[in-house]
Every structure is written in structure tokens, then in C-alpha cells.
């Protein structure tokens, strides 16, 4: 029997498969990658063809993917094909990144890198062109035009060699020639550094100065101690030539080495140190129970101090506490601040501040060929551009600073000194860039001692601090004598000098707040001498630090306190004024005020007896504020807030004596 054939029914249509959110989502994101890419300039200065041959491929490849994006169908990729391009887009990522790294970075240590950089290219061409290998055309309904461009652009990157342009490198090995001069302190030939700086866009002063802090942020990035050292080397070659190729911009402005980077930023007082007032970096607590920064308070022991700075009490021993919790607060402070915070006893910034010391024979070559462009007695405007520059290398380091001293710099910067200069508006920053370097040399101990013993320089500084131009001149003059007298014996001398306390005494009273602060805690500093406690009674410091304990309370407290301890107490006692501000400090200070507000006005009640306890006793709530000082102060504010409850309780119980 015949059998019919089976009649099958027909096949439906397979639809095309619809491009998944994944593939769409790809292809997009290399359209737009090789389009940032085609947007980047090519590098100008180095690297040039490099560079713009990469740049130019990646126009191409733009077009590629902006047709493969025009065609969803084409958008549905095979695991192989979605494979090659995930693996393109990593690729053309690290193209961007190496691009966008070389235009950002230092171009003195992009030389260096040069080889390295130009085998980066290479790879990441050879990279593409395994990828365009693979690139399977035939999967896509391409046009001609572009088929062809996939074509050009595999052929392109297949010939890419390793090569270094010869001009980038005879410019490496230039540089490199250069530094090892200075490194035998061969002064160089001047019109060929001129060639070498300005082929790497270093053209003037601003663009030299913006090259050593690219520098001195590629410290940063390193590891090992050999690429530091070689940046190093560099910053020196770099200074010298910015000093004797272009000289110093004079709106360019370095600051305080104290300042740096702070300026605009107002510190709460306990983050500050008690000492140099400054914020702290690595806190530390002392045998008294009082923080200080480590580098603040060393300095003081070294001094030949062994005592507690702000208390006055002989400390049992010397040894130093790592206050942590102040530590963590300090650098939340920073980070909301957007501050930079290192601590000074980590290991990374002892390495880093080993890596940016520059080479001593390129700081004494800067500094030689400035002090001799000085001596020559040049105008205000080459005096100007040149103090500057010392100015700023003062604020370097001590190698730095006993350069600038040992070339007989600070007789020369004498006259600049003199109440005339800086007058007119053609150089108003002279006599303020003299004395500040002035300032930033006191920094070193043995600099400290020429300064006051070098004919003039003493009083060059006095008379700046009375009649200087500018408020900024008079304050940095303020500041030169807190400096100098960190030694015991200048600080005696400074204090019986009736010039300096009329000095220090006038700008507390009339300056701007930073220059009062400045005078201040000058003050504070003398005030650790007893016969010049007298000088500033004699001299109204009482009335004067009563008068601006509203706008700067600790400086001020700090300085009422010091008056107390050396035989003040009863200029303070017959203040009524005085006594009625403790008692707001008490009520409203910080916790550092506090303390030193139940320090002094213990100390009065003691010396002023029964009326100053009732003159107390008249402060509205004033039992309930000793209280919360009990309560809340710090360990000494605790004590001395007790010895007052304990004075205003017997002054109630009719006993005229505290204990």
C-alpha cells in the first residue's frame, strides 16, 4: 500500500535577533571614548607625533562605531565579536589616560620618562592593531567607505615603531647634561639653558614656578628613592634657571613658611598649638597634661627649657604622648577643609621631605648668582625681583637658609629695611619680601645669632615693626621677633628694648587681626621673662589685651596669664574691666581659654583678696559657670575652676583669704 508523503508545515521566519541593552550600551561607549579621544589636543611640547598619530587613529575609528551605532541590527554581537570589543574599549581608555597623563604632568620629568612613554604608544598601537585582526568586518553591512577605514586603520597601527623622536631625545640628554653641571657646581652656559627651558614651554618666571610644583607633586607619586632623587635633581635645575633666566614675577606672593597654604582659612583655636599657635600636625601630649605639636614643643626642650609652656610648672620628664584622638580630629578638620594634612612622625612624610630637599649645589649656585646681582647695587625694581627669590628659597630648608646667610646676604638686605622703602606704588612689596626673608632665615638657630649681632639688622627689623609701609611688613617684622627670641638670652634683650614693646605694643593695638595676632603672641613670648612683665604693666599691656580679648580670646587670656605668673596680678586685679572679660571667658571660651581664665583669675583673687572674690561674686550665674568648667574643662581648668568655688564660698562665709 502506497504511502502518502508527509506534508510538513511551513517553517515560520527566524526574526532577526534584537540588539541587547548590553550591546547597545558597548558600542555607545566606544563611540563616545574615541570621540573624547579625538577631542584631546596633541601633546605640545613632547611627544608630538606620538601623540597626534594616535589621536588621528581614533578619528577614524570614531567614524567606524558612529555607523555601527546608526544600525541597531548590526549592534547584535557574537561572544567573539563582544569580546574584541570590550578588549578595544580597555584599549582605548589606557589611550586616553596616557594622553591626559602626559599633558598634565611635570614636562621635566616627562623628559626623563621619554623611552618609557614612547613604548607606552607603541604597545597600545600594537594592542589596536591585534584587535583590528580580529575585527570581523564581514558580520556588519558596513559601507565601502568605511570598510576601507578599518582597513587603513589596521595597516596604520601594524607599521607603528618603537622609536623615540630624535629631537625629545638630544632634549633628555641636554637636560641630563645640564644637571650633572650643577651637580659639580659648573655654572652653565646661560643662553643654552635659555634654549633647552624654553623648547619645554618654560618661557618665563610663572610658568617655571608652575613647573617645580608639578614636580614636587611627582615626588608624591613615587616609590622608589631613585625616581625621587632624580626629580630632585630637576627642581634644582629648574630654580636656577628660573632665577637667572627670568628673575621672580612680582605678583607672585610666597607667604610664611607658618602660613602655608592657611592663609585664608581661620583655625579653631584647640587645633591649634598653644605654642606656635599654628594647627597642629602631630599632637602631642607633655608630662603636665598639656597637647602641643611635636615640632613646637621639641623645640622648646631643646631650647633648654623644662618646663610646661602654658601652665609654667617644671615637668617631671621630657617624654612625648601621641594625642590620637586630637590627631583624627585635626584630619577630619583638614579634609573638610580641603587642607593637605601629613603627620609629621609618618613615614611618609619623613620620606618626603627627604625626596624635596634640593640638592645643596644647585640651592648655593641659585643662591651665589642672586647675592652677587644684589651686591651690585641694582634699581628697586632688580633689588625687588631678586629678594623675592632669596625670600622664597629661605622658606626651603636649612641648607637653604645657612646658604643664603653665609653669602653675606642679611647686610644687604639692611637697607632695604629703611622706613622709606617700598613708599612708592612701583615697588610696594620690597620692604615687606626683606624682611620676610629676614624672617624665614631666623628660622635657622645659628642665622638667629647673626641677625641680632650684624650691624643694623636688629634695628632694621625694630624700625620696620614701628613704621613699616604695610600692615603685612610690620606683622612678618613681629613675627622675626617671636623668632629670635626662642633664645632665652635675645629674648631678655628684645624685651628690655623700649622700641620693640612700643613696637609690638602699637600694632596689637592698631593692625588688622593678623598683624594683632602676630603682635601678640610676640608678646606672649617676651612675657616668659619677668623684668619685661614690668616693661609691659609699666607699658599698658593690661588695658591693651583687655581691649582685643574679644576678637583674639586665647591670644589675649594667654598673655593675662603670663602677666600673672611674673608679678601682674595686681595691674589685673585693679582692672575692673579685665576681671569682668575672664569671667566671659570662662562662660563662652574655648576649652584652652577657659583654663587660662581660672588660671588667671585665681591667681588675682589670691593677690586681690576678698574684693576681687566679691567683684566675681557680682557676675551673673557665676557659680553655675565654675561649675560647668568643673564639669567639662580640661584636667587644669578643673583645678582652678574648684580653687574659685572654693574662694567665692568662703568670701560668702565671711573669711577675707583664699587658699
Not at 633628555?172 to 643654552?192: G, N, Q, S
Not at 619685661?532 to 586665647?554: D, H, M, Y
Amino acid at each position: 500500500m502506497a504511502v502518502s508523503p508527509r506534508v510538513l508545515p511551513p517553517r515560520k521566519r527566524r526574526p532577526s535577533p534584537s540588539p541587547t541593552f548590553a550591546d547597545l550600551n558597548l558600542m555607545n561607549s566606544l563611540l563616545c571614548l574615541s570621540q573624547e579621544i579625538t577631542a584631546l589636543k596633541p601633546l605640545q611640547w613632547l611627544l608630538t607625533g606620538k601623540s597626534l598619530s594616535t589621536i588621528n587613529k581614533s578619528k577614524l575609528l570614531a567614524i567606524v562605531f558612529e555607523e555601527l551605532v546608526g544600525d541597531p541590527v548590526s549592534n547584535v554581537f557574537s561572544p567573539s565579536t563582544l569580546l574584541c570589543f570590550e578588549e578595544m574599549y580597555i584599549v582605548l581608555r589606557r589611550i586616553k589616560g596616557l594622553i591626559e597623563d602626559c599633558s598634565n604632568g611635570s614636562k621635566m620629568w616627562l623628559l626623563m620618562q621619554i623611552p618609557h612613554l614612547a613604548n607606552s604608544f607603541h604597545e597600545l598601537t600594537l594592542e589596536l592593531s591585534t584587535l583590528l585582526d580580529i575585527f570581523p568586518v564581514q558580520e556588519f553591512d558596513l559601507s565601502q567607505d568605511v570598510e576601507e577605514l578599518v582597513v587603513l586603520v589596521r595597516k596604520q597601527c601594524s607599521e607603528s615603531k618603537p622609536s623615540v623622536d630624535s629631537r625629545d631625545d638630544f632634549l633628555r640628554r641636554d637636560v641630563l647634561a645640564f644637571v650633572d653641571l650643577i651637580k659639580k657646581e659648573i655654572v652653565p652656559d646661560h643662553l643654552k639653558l635659555k634654549q633647552i627651558v624654553e623648547n619645554l614651554g618654560l618661557r618665563d618666571s610663572s610658568s617655571c614656578r608652575e613647573e617645580i610644583e608639578s614636580l614636587q607633586q611627582e615626588i608624591q607619586n613615587q616609590i622608589d628613592e631613585k625616581s625621587k632623587s632624580e626629580i630632585v635633581s630637576l627642581i634644582g635645575l629648574v630654580r636656577y634657571a628660573k632665577c637667572v633666566l627670568f628673575g621672580s614675577s612680582t605678583t607672585e606672593k610666597p607667604g610664611l613658611l607658618r602660613r602655608e597654604s592657611m592663609s585664608d582659612i581661620t583655625v579653631p583655636m584647640d587645633l591649634r598649638c598653644p605654642v606656635s599657635l599654628e594647627l597642629m600636625r602631630d599632637p602631642v601630649v607633655v608630662a603636665s597634661g598639656q597637647t602641643y605639636d611635636r615640632e613646637s614643643i621639641n623645640k622648646w626642650f631643646e631650647s633648654g627649657h623644662n618646663t610646661c609652656p602654658k601652665t609654667g610648672q617644671t615637668l617631671a620628664h621630657t617624654n612625648l604622648i601621641p594625642n590620637h584622638t586630637l590627631r583624627n580630629l585635626i584630619a577630619m578638620w583638614c579634609r573638610q577643609q580641603s587642607v593637605p594634612f601629613e603627620t609629621a612622625g609618618s613615614n611618609d612624610k619623613v620620606n618626603s621631605v627627604k625626596a624635596t630637599k634640593v640638592p645643596f649645589e644647585a640651592t648655593k649656585m641659585t643662591v651665589s648668582f642672586l647675592v652677587n646681582n644684589l651686591s651690585v647695587s641694582p634699581s628697586m625694581e632688580a633689588a625687588n625681583a631678586v629678594i623675592y627669590e632669596l625670600r622664597a628659597l629661605a622658606k626651603m630648608d636649612s641648607d637653604s637658609r645657612a646658604f643664603i646667610a653665609e653669602a653675606g646676604t642679611i647686610p644687604l638686605l639692611v637697607k632695604y629695611l629703611a622706613s622709606g622703602v617700598g613708599s612708592d606704588s612701583e615697588h610696594p612689596n620690597l620692604q615687606v619680601n626683606a624682611v620676610t626673608t629676614i624672617l624665614n632665615l631666623s628660622i635657622l638657630k645659628a642665622n638667629k645669632t647673626r641677625i641680632m649681632e650684624i650691624d643694623g639688622a636688629l634695628n632694621g627689623v625694630i624700625e620696620v615693626l614701628r613704621s613699616g609701609v604695610t600692615w603685612e611688613a610690620k606683622g612678618n617684622a613681629a613675627a622675626t621677633i617671636f623668632s629670635l627670641s626662642d633664645v632665652r638670652e635675645y629674648r631678655r634683650r628684645l624685651g628690655r628694648n623700649t622700641r620693640v614693646i612700643k613696637g609690638l605694643m602699637g600694632l596689637a593695638k592698631d593692625g588688622p587681626t593678623n598683624s594683632k595676632r602676630d603682635a601678640l603672641v610676640t608678646i606672649l613670648n617676651l612675657a616668659g621673662d619677668r623684668e619685661t612683665v614690668g616693661r609691659l604693666v609699666e607699658g599698658g599691656v593690661v588695658e591693651l589685651v583687655t581691649g582685643v580679648i574679644n576678637l583674639l580670646p586665647e591670644e589675649a587670656v594667654a598673655i593675662l596669664e603670663a602677666v600673672v605668673k611674673r608679678g601682674g596680678s595686681a595691674a589685673i586685679a585693679a582692672s575692673h574691666n579685665s576681671i569682668k572679660k575672664l569671667s566671659v571667658i570662662l562662660r563662652e571660651g574655648s576649652n584652652s581659654a577657659r583654663e587660662s581664665a581660672a588660671a588667671t583669675l585665681v591667681a588675682i583673687c589670691r593677690k586681690g583678696g576678698s574684693e576681687v572674690v566679691a567683684e566675681l561674686a557680682t557676675v551673673p550665674s557665676m557659680e553655675r559657670i565654675i561649675r560647668e568648667v568643673m564639669g567639662t574643662g580640661t584636667t587644669r581648668a578643673r583645678q582652678k575652676a574648684a580653687a574659685l568655688l572654693r574662694a567665692m564660698r568662703r568670701w560668702a562665709a565671711g573669711l577675707d583669704t583664699i587658699e
